[in-house]
């Protein structure tokens, strides 16, 4: 399967952004949670179990650890 450039990219993209301003990082996840939100209820629960089975510890923490600072800041 030929790769286009942004998925051979992404996680050194990612990494880039995670030492970039925190503006930038908001940045990332504003365009994931947008691109997100134009999937139907079921195909983003099938999207994201495809996805957290593919992430590693280290994004499986910073994730949790993110959701946590969301919860803290939303109450």
């Keep these: 399967m030929i790769k286009t450039s ?3 990219l992404a ?7 995670a030492h970039s301003d ?5 940045s990332l996840f504003n365009g994931l949670g947008k691109g997100f939100k134009t999937y139907s209820s079921h ?5 994201l179990a ?3 089975d593919k992430l590693n510890k280290d994004a499986e923490k ?4 993110l959701a946590e600072m969301i919860k ?3 109450q």
């Design 6 to 8: 942004v998925e051979q």
């Design 11 to 17: 996680e050194p993209i990612g990494f880039d952004i």
């Design 22 to 26: 925190d503006h930038t990082q908001a």
């Design 43 to 47: 195909d983003l629960g099938l999207q």
């Design 50 to 52: 495809y996805l957290s």
């Design 62 to 65: 910073f994730i949790i650890e």
């Design 72 to 74: 803290c800041k939303n």
